[in-house]
């Protein structure tokens, strides 16, 4: 029931183009979903975030598209870069409870020139 | 935006000895951290979380006499690696919130157990 479970595991994509990077919950009590990104050697940074009420969230180049209903919820990155190659976490955790944070298994970007 | 310091970047230390690793937020008042490992591409492994002035809860399997964690302040939180060894080899990133905003990490610390 802690689970979030993060796809696809790595992820090859051409300069310019879509990244989607998707995951799954299945505490419906969670009401906070952000998405980190983290570089080699470095902590995990806050990209974006979104809460249940919401289905989509847009920052820059990046959206969160949320399904409540299905317990999904991914990350759009448009125009992927160069320098958006990264692991990318996706997390789910709820404003009770000591605000445990559960974290996806993460996803390894690479943006090819 | 807020920032959560983690010192030191990189520590090096012989088997048997202890290692104190600082997480600091400073720009907020952390109300709750956490701290994490996490071993070469894999996710953040929670290791336990502590609020100010409490004793820290461990999570199922992480031994709380070798990772000893306070919570002094509100602004500082402390992980000590006790009685290293080589296994105890990691990355460890400390996370830091208060009851309103999301959670901030610090840039983690390498400790390497020769």
């Known amino acids: 029931q802690q689970q979030v479970k993060q796809s696809p595991q790595s992820l090859i994509v051409q300069k310019g183009g879509i990244s989607i990077i998707n995951c799954a919950y299945e505490n419906t009590a969670f009401d906070y979903f952000p998405w980190y990104q983290q570089f080699p050697g470095k902590g995990p940074a806050l990209l974006i975030a979104?809460?249940?009420?919401?289905s989509e969230k847009k920052e820059g180049r990046f959206t969160i598209s949320f399904n409540k209903s299905a317990k999904q919820f991914s990350l759009h990155i448009m125009d992927s870069q160069p320098g958006d190659s990264a692991t990318y976490f996706c997390a789910a955790s709820k404003n009770t409870g000591g605000f445990k944070t559960i974290f996806g298994a993460g996803t390894r970007l690479f943006v090819k020139a | 935006g807020a920032v959560v310091s983690q010192h030191p970047s990189r520590v090096i230390c012989k088997s048997g000895t202890s290692v104190k690793i600082e997480c600091r937020s400073l720009d907020f008042q952390a109300t709750t951290m956490f701290w994490y490992r996490q071993f070469p591409k894999q996710s953040l492994m929670l290791m336990a979380t502590?609020?100010?002035?409490?004793?820290?809860?461990?999570e199922q399997g992480v031994e709380k006499d070798k990772f000893l964690i306070n919570h002094a302040s509100l602004t500082l939180s402390t992980l000590t690696v006790t009685s290293a060894h080589p296994e105890d080899s990691s990355f460890y990133i400390c996370s830091a919130r208060d009851r309103l905003s999301p959670l901030h990490f610090g840039n983690g610390t390498r400790l390497t157990v020769t």
């Open positions: 502590s609020n100010e002035g409490s004793k820290a809860t461990y």
């Open positions: 979104i809460r249940p009420d919401v």
